[in-house]
C-alpha cells in the first residue's frame, strides 16, 4: 500500500462543509493525501506545497478536473435472471407498472444456476463501478422460497457487505391460496408466507445478511404484514429500511419512522405527516428516479423534503422491472431536471445521503479518515454529471485507494 498525493484537482467535493464551500464542503485548486487506503490530508494544492515535506510514494495529477466522493447506490436488486424489456416496451406505449411483473422474473431467477446468477451479478458490480459507484447495497427477494432467497443473499455477500433480506417483496403465486380451500399447485395462503419468511427463510438469509426489507405497498404487503417481516429481522439482529408510497400514498413511510428504519425507499407519493414525521426523524428518504423515468410515474418532490429538513438520499434500485439502470450519474441528472434539486444536492444525496441511509461513516466523503473512494470525472466540476447526460464522465475510480477502472 502506497502513500498517494492526489494534486492539481481543479474542484474537489470533500462532503464537509466544515473544510469547504457549501454543503458539499468543495476546495477548488485542491490536494489530497491517501494513505493505508485512507485519506490522510485535504487541502489546497498550496497548501500542500507549504506542508511540502510529505513523505509519499506516488502522485496522481488531476489537470484540471474535478474529484468526488465514490457514488454510494445504497438500494438495488442485482440478482436475478430473465428479461423484462417487453414490459418496459409496452410502459413505454401507455400500460401501466404493476408489482405483478416481479413475478416472472422470480420464475426465471429460481430457474437459473448459482454460477449464472453470479456472471450476471458481477456484470452489474463492474457496470456501477465504471460509473463511479464504489459502495453498493443488494437486495435479494427474486427467489422467495427459503432455498432461493438463501442462494440470493449468499452471492450477494460475494461482492457487498450491504446485504438486504427481502423475501416479503411479493407473495409468490404457491401462496396465493384460500384458507381450506387449496387448489392445485398451492401452498398455503398470504399468511403461511408470511409466516415463512419470519420463520425459516429469515432464519437461513440472515446470517449472509446485514438488513431487512419489506415492499409495504397495495399489491405486496400490508401494513400489518410489513411491521411483522421488519420486527422479526430486527429480533434477530438485522436492521429495517422499507420500500414505502411508490404506487400510491400509505402508511409505509411512517412504519418506517416508528422503527428507527435506516431509510425508507421510492417516497413518491407521501402526505405532509409522512414528511413531518420523516423531518423529526434519523429515517433517510431515498428518491429512485430511474423507477419514474421507467414507469412514466410522476416524480418524487425532492424540494418538499429538503425544504421540510428532510436528508434525502438518490439511488438506482437498479432491478428488471421498475428501474433497469446502474447509473448513479442518470440519477443525478434526472433529479436535478425533474426533482427540483441543485446539482450540489443531487451529488450530496447520491454520496453522503447514500451513506447516511446505510448508516456508514467511512464512505460518501472525503474527510480524514474516510476511505479513499475516489471518482475522477473528465469535467471541471460536477454540474456536468446533469449537464452532459449520458456522456461517460467518469474517468478513473478508486476504492480503498487503489485503481478500480482505467
Ligand atoms: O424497488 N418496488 C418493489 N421492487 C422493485 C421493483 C421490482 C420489479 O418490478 O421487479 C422496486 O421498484
Ligand atoms: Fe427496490
Given amino acids: 500500500m502506497t502513500r498517494t498525493l492526489f494534486t492539481n484537482i481543479g474542484l ?17 485548486d485542491a490536494a489530497l493525501l491517501v494513505d493505508l487506503g485512507r485519506i490522510a490530508w485535504v487541502g489546497t494544492t498550496a497548501a500542500a506545497e507549504v506542508a511540502g515535506g510529505f513523505d509519499i510514494d506516488r502522485v496522481v495529477d488531476l489537470g484540471g478536473r474535478a474529484l468526488i466522493p465514490g457514488f454510494v447506490d445504497s438500494h438495488s436488486h442485482l440478482v436475478f435472471a430473465g428479461d423484462r424489456s417487453r414490459d418496459f416496451e409496452a410502459r413505454m406505449a401507455g400500460r401501466k407498472y404493476s408489482a405483478g411483473g416481479i413475478l416472472s422474473t422470480v420464475a426465471a431467477t429460481r430457474a437459473a444456476s448459482d454460477e449464472e446468477l453470479r456472471d450476471r451479478l458481477n456484470s452489474f458490480v ?42 416479503a417483496h411479493v407473495v409468490p403465486r404457491e401462496y396465493r391460496g384460500t ?42 404487503f400490508t401494513i400489518e404484514e410489513s411491521r411483522r417481516v ?39 407519493y407521501l ?48 432491478n428488471p422491472g421498475s428501474s433497469f439502470t446502474s447509473s448513479m450519474p442518470f440519477c443525478i441528472a434526472l433529479a436535478v431536471r425533474e426533482m427540483g434539486m441543485t446539482p450540489a ?6 454520496t453522503a445521503g447514500g451513506a447516511q441511509a446505510l448508516r456508514r461513516e467511512d464512505v460518501g466523503r472525503l474527510t480524514i479518515g474516510s476511505r479513499a473512494d475516489l471518482v475522477e470525472l473528465a469535467a471541471p466540476s460536477y454540474v456536468h454529471l446533469a449537464y452532459r ?18
Fill in 271 to 318: 402526505t405532509d405527516l409522512d414528511v413531518a414525521a420523516l423531518a423529526r426523524s434519523e429515517t433517510v428518504a431515498t428518491l429512485l428516479p430511474g423507477v419514474e423515468f421507467s414507469t412514466k410515474q410522476p416524480y418524487p418532490d425532492a424540494r418538499r423534503l429538503l425544504d421540510a429538513g428532510v436528508t434525502v438520499a438518490l439511488s438506482t434500485d437498479c
Fill in 12 to 28: 474537489l467535493v470533500t462532503n464537509d462543509p466544515d473544510v469547504g464551500d457549501g454543503i458539499t464542503g468543495e476546495i477548488t
Fill in 179 to 220: 384458507l381450506g380451500a387449496l387448489g392445485d399447485g398451492e401452498l398455503g395462503t398470504r399468511e403461511d408466507y408470511v409466516d415463512l419468511v419470519v420463520g425459516p427463510m429469515l432464519e437461513a438469509c440472515a446470517p449472509h445478511a446485514k438488513w431487512i426489507d419489506v415492499f409495504c405497498e397495495e399489491g405486496a
Fill in 230 to 268: 421488519l420486527e422479526a429481522g430486527i429480533a434477530l439482529g438485522l436492521m429495517p429500511r422499507v420500500h414505502a408510497s411508490q404506487l400510491a400514498v400509505g402508511e409505509g413511510v411512517r412504519l418506517a419512522v416508528d422503527l428507527s428504519a435506516a431509510s425508507v425507499d421510492h417516497c413518491t
Fill in 126 to 167: 463492474s457496470e456501477a463501478n465504471a460509473q463511479g459507484t464504489t459502495t453498493l447495497e443488494i437486495k435479494s427477494g427474486y427467489g422467495l422460497t427459503v432455498h432461493d432467497e438463501e442462494r440470493l443473499v449468499r452471492l450477494s455477500a460475494e461482492v457487498t457487505d450491504e446485504v438486504t433480506f427481502l423475501g
Fill in 389 to 406: 447526460p449520458g456522456v461517460p464522465l467518469v474517468r478513473r475510480v478508486w476504492k480503498d485507494g487503489e485503481l478500480l477502472t482505467n
Fill in 345 to 350: 444536492e443531487a451529488l450530496w444525496s447520491a
